[in-house]
């Protein structure tokens, strides 16, 4: 074994100790006494919340994991160090990926407050597509971006404040930017982005920058998985949890549905789907830096999986799909077979996407293989519109 290789592993036990510790002991959860079962709908709802709070819960972890990765690169800039935060950068990507099946409802992640103008952070951690311009150097222009912007001092407010300016494609924060940091420029089907480990050496000032850039976009990002952790902690008496499980058991039920229903039939199928396979840009892809667009796709199906059959991890609480199975036993099966086929044809995309499908003629294998995860999701999302009927719950695709 190499030295890479066994920082590595002592890294990978370090996050699986670290996270059952952050679980277990840091953040307890007090089940409800067994001799007092709750009724079905009440005990899906329940699990949800629980099962919400550990994802975010192991985002969180993962995301200071990263963060103690960068520390590293940027102590001692060498290409080991820049290839492990880019290991455990994908890393947390998937256990991020994971929690979007909780979006689209006006809950702690994307609420909007017309009154204050508050918003939740989804637009901080995961906008995209992005200008790469707009944070820093790209192919034929070494001087863009707010990296090399000498007239701003590089502070947290200056990146958050700058997220989506002007513009939509104007991402400062989040994931996707500290992708491109990691990264560069995506120049080639072929392979990812290739900065060099070289612009995070520090002396120079505008590497001192980019230092500062990388350091700070981080710590929001942990800042902000934590807010939506704590958001969902269960045994907190005043947060959103609190209210969720407050909620008449219909309204619960139909912001879960809706928030499966919406990413199923709008944003995997249509937004991370179908508009990059139209325009066949490498631009419009998910995660384009890193080539891991498919990871994406993998783990938004999973999490609605997770969600359905009320699991995560170790924890298994109370399903929709037991739920379902005692009102409508054949939508439950319809549905299941459904999530099923979906999970396997997202994993036959073959990858890079920019390379073997973006790239390929119209009727490539790999175009067809796109488009049948496509159809499958669009169905997916109409069989969670049914089963909100069969439920009298409002059920509602959201589009924008």
């Known amino acids: 074994m190499n030295t890479q290789q066994g920082s590595l592993r002592l890294l990978s036990l370090f996050t699986s100790v670290s996270y059952l510790y952050l679980t277990l002991f840091l953040f307890p959860v007090n089940l409800p006494a067994e001799q007092t079962p709750l009724p079905m709908e009440s005990a899906v709802v329940e699990t949800y919340s629980r099962l919400v709070y550990l994802n975010y819960s192991r985002a969180y972890h993962d995301a200071q994991v990263l963060l103690w990765s960068i520390g590293e690169l940027l102590s001692n800039p060498i290409p080991q160090t820049l290839e492990k935060a880019k290991r455990i950068w994908l890393k947390a990507r998937e256990s991020y990926s994971e929690t979007e099946a909780f979006r689209f409802y006006e809950g702690p992640i994307d609420f909007y407050d017309p009154e204050t103008k508050i918003e939740g952070p989804e637009g901080r951690l995961n906008s995209w597509p992005l200008n790469e311009a707009y944070i820093d150097y790209v192919e034929g222009n070494p001087n863009s971006g707010l990296v090399n912007n000498l007239q701003v001092s590089m502070t947290t407010d200056l990146i958050t404040d700058s997220n989506q300016q002007n513009d939509e494609a104007d991402v400062s924060t989040g994931y996707h930017a500290i992708e491109f940091l990691l990264w560069g420029q995506d ?214």
């Open 187 to 400: 120049l080639s089907p072929q392979s990812a982005g290739s900065r060099p480990f070289t612009d995070f050496e520090s002396g120079d000032q505008i590497k001192n920058r980019r230092r500062q850039y990388l350091k700070l976009v981080t710590e929001q990002l942990v800042a902000d998985l934590e807010f939506l952790m704590q958001s969902w902690h269960p045994n907190r008496s005043n947060n959103y949890a609190t209210q969720f499980r407050q909620m008449p058991t219909q309204v619960a039920l139909g912001k879960i549905l809706t928030g499966l229903a919406t990413l199923s039939g709008f944003e995997l199928s249509s937004e991370r789907m179908a508009i990059p396979l139209d325009s066949g840009d490498q631009e419009d892809e998910h995660s384009c830096f890193s080539d891991s667009t498919h990871q994406d796709f993998i783990f938004n199906a999973k999490g609605i999986r997770n969600v359905y059959f009320g699991r995560y991890g170790g924890f298994e609480g109370t399903g929709i799909n037991r739920l379902v199975e005692v009102t409508n036993s054949e939508l439950n099966h319809k549905l299941s077979q459904n999530l099923q086929q979906t999970q396997h044809l997202i994993k036959q995309i073959p990858f890079p996407i920019d390379r073997e499908v973006l790239s390929t003629p119209a009727g490539s294998s790999g175009r067809q293989q796109m488009e049948k995860a496509i159809i499958v999701l669009l169905e997916q999302s109409q069989l969670f519109q049914t089963l909100g009927q069969a439920l009298n719950v409002n059920v509602t695709v959201v589009s924008d």
